[in-house]
């Protein structure tokens, strides 16, 4: 298979750790039972179901939300985003993490369904961690200066420095972590075992929950298998990007990766 170069979308494989450290609008109007329409109650999953909606149409969803801001706005290496982007954010609980240093702040839009979703999960005996949630574009700048000055240290010059740098770390504002709508997930006893964010993640029951129900909660594969060659990013089975449900429920079903479904679908 032709090598190709490739951007990390979150935490490279060995580097993860180093890069991976690290009410909603639609909350209060129903509560959705949990598996088959989940929204997050803020308590608990009971209470009434309500049916999907049925207008899950063929329909592109609004080109609204493509643009900077919107779920569906893409973040890569050629769509940055802005340097002032400040997303609103509010926080998920901090045992939901897997350890409590983490900044526990994410997308307001997108915060509850991410608890109600670790909230099921774990209810379902699947322990589920937050590797990595929000990063702040400060952080995400230090990261990568610190990358860049270590290249620098061992004399490469300013532009290859950088690119070195970044092929370890997403450059500020290309991670969507930056946005606050990406999180890393595995379970917590993997990620003892493993101590790396690997591939190796899929073979694991809580993979099997994240595939069965993450798009019930609005978040999809962001990085899938036999997807690299769009997205340009190696699979990453740990890392989940809230679109809301509908557009999650639509990509899922079809196989379609960011990428495609922005449009170009
Ligand atoms: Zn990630």
Redesign the pocket.
Same mark, same amino acid.
């Given at each position: 298979m032709a090598k190709r170069t490739l951007r990390p979308?979150?935490?490279g494989f060995l580097a993860a750790i180093a890069v991976?450290v690290v009410g909603g609008l639609v909350f209060a109007y129903a509560i959705f039972n949990k598996h088959n329409a989940a929204v997050p109650s803020g308590t608990d999953t009971g209470g009434t179901s309500r049916p999907v909606s049925s207008a899950v149409s063929k329909a592109l969803a609004p080109a609204s939300e493509m643009k900077t801001g919107g779920l569906l706005m893409l973040i890569n290496a050629q769509s940055p985003l802005p340097s002032d982007y400040t997303p609103a954010l509010s926080t998920v609980d901090k045992s939901y993490y897997l350890s409590s240093d983490k900044d526990n702040h994410f997308d307001a839009r997108a915060a509850p369904y991410l608890s109600q979703m670790i909230h099921d999960a774990r209810a379902d005996g699947v322990q589920l961690v937050i590797v990595?949630g929000y990063r702040s574009m400060a952080y995400q700048t230090d990261n990568f200066d610190r990358k860049v000055s270590q290249y620098r240290a061992q004399g490469y010059g300013p532009s290859t420095a950088s690119s070195k740098a970044a092929t370890l770390v997403a450059p500020p504002g290309t991670?969507? *972590?930056e946005s606050g709508l990406?999180?890393?997930i595995v379970s917590s006893d993997w990620y003892k075992k493993n101590t790396d964010l690997t591939a190796a993640f899929d073979q694991t029951e809580a993979f099997a929950w994240m595939e069965k129900h993450a798009a019930d909660y609005g978040f999809i594969l962001?990085y899938p298998k036999g997807k690299t060659n769009i997205t340009g990013i190696e699979y990453?089975p740990? *890392?989940w990007r809230y679109v809301g449900k509908e557009n999650a429920l639509k990509m899922t079903g079809a196989g379609l990766c960011l990428e495609e479904y922005d449009g170009k679908a």
């Amino acid at each position: 298979m032709a090598k190709r170069t490739l951007r990390p979308g979150c935490c490279g494989f060995l580097a993860a750790i180093a890069v991976c450290v690290v009410g909603g609008l639609v909350f209060a109007y129903a509560i959705f039972n949990k598996h088959n329409a989940a929204v997050p109650s803020g308590t608990d999953t009971g209470g009434t179901s309500r049916p999907v909606s049925s207008a899950v149409s063929k329909a592109l969803a609004p080109a609204s939300e493509m643009k900077t801001g919107g779920l569906l706005m893409l973040i890569n290496a050629q769509s940055p985003l802005p340097s002032d982007y400040t997303p609103a954010l509010s926080t998920v609980d901090k045992s939901y993490y897997l350890s409590s240093d983490k900044d526990n702040h994410f997308d307001a839009r997108a915060a509850p369904y991410l608890s109600q979703m670790i909230h099921d999960a774990r209810a379902d005996g699947v322990q589920l961690v937050i590797v990595s949630g929000y990063r702040s574009m400060a952080y995400q700048t230090d990261n990568f200066d610190r990358k860049v000055s270590q290249y620098r240290a061992q004399g490469y010059g300013p532009s290859t420095a950088s690119s070195k740098a970044a092929t370890l770390v997403a450059p500020p504002g290309t991670s969507e *972590h930056e946005s606050g709508l990406a999180t890393d997930i595995v379970s917590s006893d993997w990620y003892k075992k493993n101590t790396d964010l690997t591939a190796a993640f899929d073979q694991t029951e809580a993979f099997a929950w994240m595939e069965k129900h993450a798009a019930d909660y609005g978040f999809i594969l962001r990085y899938p298998k036999g997807k690299t060659n769009i997205t340009g990013i190696e699979y990453e089975p740990w *890392h989940w990007r809230y679109v809301g449900k509908e557009n999650a429920l639509k990509m899922t079903g079809a196989g379609l990766c960011l990428e495609e479904y922005d449009g170009k679908a």
